[in-house]
């Protein structure tokens, strides 16, 4: 792709939106915990858009009672729409992939993938927020008899059926297309995908209306107790604004789900650490004082002065970058064994009783 070209071709449509202001996409904001109803919040950050850079303001609150972390105000559908367009696919797509790819890893998915051998043996598996089928993919090394179905909202659910990684690619939202498959499955895993949704009690509960009675629910979120949290602040990884509209305590998704009728049967805090909350820091950072600028969300491209400068100065970080990721995976198997471990996985059983 031609990004000057493509920028050019998609500036017009960005600067109109742009033009009637960016406090439209969000909802008033909320007085109340969206997860236990109390009026007892405080601020935790207010910050921008630190990877794409696209104009606008974000703050993320948290309940003093239950300790629910939150986008407030959060983004309205419209809001959704435009900080995600062009970010996993499209102008953006190329550049966020060896983001992405830095975290989830081969070996993660293994480890995902075991999480329910000893629970059971599933025949259908539907992967949601599955983007281009790379889990299923691995996960058949795992469970070569298992048939695997992907559920995203993006274009990349498409081209994952298409290139054989699932057997069927639904597109759209799981609440929207859970009556459909209510009951198919065995096994639905959701991969850091909870958080970004607008009603994760919602999500929950139509996660396990496709699951057969008996069946299994694997989540894997950023997990707001890590200490990293604390002395990183807006640079931590995992508040990701503003995608992420929810950070949960463990405590509260493990109610939630025995709210709705499940078992928890196992929890892991170490494994699902992703080993890239100083590198993560070090690129935000670089993003906010050396950004792009010529994406179409900015109005107008940089003249060759900065176009030359800002790649320069953006090399000569890159090896504070490159040490600070291999100081990360060097120190992840202690890392994981603190409370510096940064997400968490829970399988739970919905249903009848194991066996069942």
């Known amino acids: 792709m031609d990004r000057r070209a493509e920028a050019a071709r998609l500036r017009p449509?960005?600067?109109?939106?742009?033009?009637?202001?960016?406090?439209?996409?969000?909802?008033?904001?909320?007085?109340?915990?969206?997860?236990?109803?109390?009026?007892?919040?405080?601020?935790?950050?207010?910050?921008?858009?630190?990877l794409q850079r696209k104009p606008g303001?974000?703050?993320?609150?948290?309940?003093?009672?239950?300790?629910?972390?939150?986008?407030n105000p959060r983004l309205t559908p419209d809001g959704l729409d435009f900080y995600y367009r062009d970010f996993y696919d499209g102008f953006s797509g190329e550049s966020v992939k060896g983001f992405a790819d830095a975290g989830f890893t081969r070996k993660r998915y293994i480890a995902a993938?075991?999480?329910?051998?000893?629970?059971?043996?599933?025949?259908?598996?539907?992967?949601?927020?599955?983007?281009?089928?790379h889990f299923p993919q691995i996960a058949r090394d795992i469970h070569p008899s298992t048939v695997f179905d992907g559920l995203d909202i993006g274009e990349g659910v498409e081209e994952a059926e298409r290139l054989g990684r699932v057997t069927e690619g639904h597109r759209g939202h799981l609440v929207d297309l859970a009556p459909k498959l209510t009951g198919r499955y065995d096994v639905v895993s959701m991969f850091h995908c909870l958080e970004h949704t607008?009603?994760?009690?919602?999500?929950?509960?139509?996660?396990?209306?496709?699951?057969?009675?008996?069946?299994h629910l694997v989540i894997e979120v950023p997990d707001p107790e890590c200490l990293s949290r604390r002395f990183l602040g807006r640079?931590?990884?995992?508040?990701?604004?503003?995608?992420?509209?929810?950070?949960?305590?463990?405590?509260?998704?493990?109610?939630?789900?025995?709210?709705?009728?499940?078992?928890?049967v196992a929890v892991d805090r170490r494994e699902p650490h992703i080993p890239l909350d100083l590198?993560?820091?070090?690129?935000?950072?670089?993003?906010?004082?050396?950004?792009?600028?010529?994406?179409?969300?900015?109005?107008?491209?940089?003249?060759?002065?900065?176009?030359?400068?800002?790649?320069?100065?953006?090399w000569a970080a890159v090896p504070l970058l490159v040490a600070t990721f291999a100081f990360e995976q060097l120190t992840a198997p202690?890392?994981?064994?603190?409370?510096?471990?940064?997400a968490y996985r829970v399988v739970a059983r919905t249903g009848a009783a194991a066996g069942g």
């Open 13 to 50: 449509a960005y600067q109109r939106e742009l033009a009637l202001g960016t406090e439209r996409f969000h909802h008033p904001r909320s007085a109340e915990c969206p997860w236990c109803g109390s009026p007892r919040l405080r601020r935790r950050l207010r910050t921008v858009d630190l």
């Open 334 to 342: 202690l890392v994981r064994r603190t409370r510096l471990s940064n």
């Open 235 to 264: 640079w931590w990884m995992p508040y990701f604004q503003p995608q992420h509209l929810h950070l949960m305590p463990l405590a509260n998704l493990r109610g939630a789900l025995e709210s709705l009728g499940c078992t928890v």
């Open 279 to 314: 590198s993560g820091a070090v690129l935000f950072a670089l993003n906010r004082f050396l950004p792009r600028d010529d994406a179409p969300w900015h109005p107008a491209p940089p003249g060759p002065l900065r176009r030359a400068l800002r790649p320069a100065l953006f």
């Open 198 to 215: 607008p009603d994760p009690r919602g999500e929950l509960a139509a996660a396990l209306a496709v699951l057969a009675p008996g069946g």
């Open 57 to 71: 303001t974000f703050v993320v609150d948290q309940c003093r009672d239950c300790a629910h972390s939150f986008q």
């Open 113 to 133: 993938a075991r999480s329910v051998l000893p629970f059971c043996r599933p025949e259908r598996w539907l992967d949601v927020g599955t983007s281009k089928g």
